[in-house]
């Protein structure tokens, strides 16, 4: 297991903070959840708490934009992209201002919290705003890369922040030039995996292999900017596709790779694991993503379905 994603973004922002003095950070009382307390500590006069009130955080960091700071707003994913959704409209990506909207206990990792906690919408709510990217890492890796990169951009971007630690992935060189990480080469079945599913994805593979079904498994953290010709490259050679998202199957991950095959007149045997149309409840993170079919063992059983004249 690597460091827990909330860890690994809490430590990198402190990081930063040296080498980009524009850098700033609001948190909205949630700070040594989010992990921001490390840069609090460090940076004690460029650290903002504005209290539980994630729209004026966002408003706050709007206004500090337009002069000339960096700042990264921290708050549970679920009130960032609910509560905070009309400023982070309105003020941010109508300015196409570069605030970076760090959205923590994303999925279900606010699993003994519940429904009111669990963010299971706010891919699509972040990725339908105009000028907005969405990044949603698979490791602690991978939200380093996504805090750096985003650092680099002039608009806004939305990064979805575990909880938990998870097994860290390959391909850490290609994940800002690629934007779509190859983990392995495979010629049955393409399965596309967006934030911490990939290490379902990874395990299902070494199962898959045992029993002579090869998948190319991608490691797919970028929704938006998407970058579909990987995954088109490698549907043309294997005929089959399965997704896996931690968020609801409308609007999410899933769409966004449909959206873009559907454009390039692309077809194959299609299946796409994610939450259904359903409010989740309350439990161990690892067994309530089990209970919504997210885990290695139900994308054995996906993936044999798919290709079942193998």
Same mark, same amino acid.
């Given at each position: 297991? #690597? !460091? ?18 524009? !850098?700033?950070?609001? $948190?909205?009382?949630v700070?040594?959840?989010?992990k #921001?307390?490390?840069?609090a500590?460090?940076?004690? $006069? ?9 729209a ?5 960091? @709007?206004g ?8 990264v ?9 609910? &509560? ?6 309105? $003020?941010?990506? /109508?300015?196409n201002?570069?605030?970076? =909207?760090?959205?923590?206990?994303g ?7 519940? @429904?009111?906690? +669990?963010? =299971? ?6 990725r339908?705003l105009?000028?907005?990217q969405?990044?949603?890492p698979? $490791? ?8 750096e /990169?985003?650092?680099? +951009? ?6 979805? *922040? ?8 390959p ?5 800002t030039e690629?934007k779509? =990480? ?6 049955? *079945? ?6 911490i599913?990939?290490?379902?994805a ?7 292999? &045992? +029993?002579? %079904?090869?998948?190319?498994?991608f #490691?797919v ?10 995954? @088109?490259a ?9 997704? %896996?998202e931690?968020h ?6 899933t ?5 873009? !095959?559907? &454009? &390039?007149?692309i077809?194959?045997?299609?299946? @796409? *694991?994610? *939450? ?8 161990? /993170? ?5 209970? /919504? ?16 004249n193998?």
């Amino acid at each position: 297991m #690597s !460091l827990a994603m909330r860890d690994a973004f809490g430590k990198k922002l402190a990081e930063l903070g040296a080498v980009h003095p524009e !850098l700033v950070v609001l $948190d909205a009382d949630v700070s040594s959840s989010t992990k #921001s307390n490390i840069f609090a500590e460090k940076y004690p $006069d460029r650290f903002f708490n504005c209290g539980v009130a994630e729209a004026n955080m966002a408003g706050v960091a @709007a206004g500090l934009a337009t002069c000339g700071l960096r700042p990264v707003i921290n708050a549970f994913s679920i009130f960032l992209s609910l &509560k905070a959704t009309d400023q982070i409209r309105n $003020d941010i990506c /109508y300015n196409n201002l570069p605030v970076i =909207i760090a959205g923590s206990y994303g999925g279900l990792s606010d699993s003994y919290d519940g @429904a009111s906690h +669990q963010s =299971i919408t706010d891919i699509a709510i972040m990725r339908a705003l105009p000028n907005m990217q969405v990044i949603v890492p698979a $490791d602690s890796n991978q939200a380093e890369l996504a805090l750096e /990169y985003a650092l680099q +951009q002039n608009g806004p971007v939305f990064i979805r *922040i575990n909880r938990n630690a998870l097994p860290e992935l390959p391909g850490k060189k290609d994940f800002t030039e690629k934007k779509v =990480i190859k983990c392995t080469t495979g010629t049955d *079945i393409t399965i596309a995996a967006n934030g911490i599913t990939a290490s379902f994805a990874m395990e299902a593979f070494e199962t898959l292999k &045992k +029993q002579g %079904i090869h998948a190319e498994v991608f #490691s797919v953290p970028f929704v938006k900017p998407f970058d579909i010709k990987p995954i @088109a490259a490698s549907i043309k050679k294997t005929g089959k596709l399965l997704c %896996i998202e931690e968020h609801v199957l409308k609007g999410g991950f899933t769409g966004a790779v449909c959206e873009e !095959l559907m &454009k &390039k007149k692309i077809t194959c045997e299609f299946d @796409a *694991i994610g *939450i259904e149309d359903t409010f989740t409840e309350t439990g161990d /993170y690892f067994k309530l993503l089990a209970a /919504y079919g997210l885990s290695a063992g139900n994308v054995v059983k996906r993936v044999k379905k798919l290709c079942k004249n193998h």
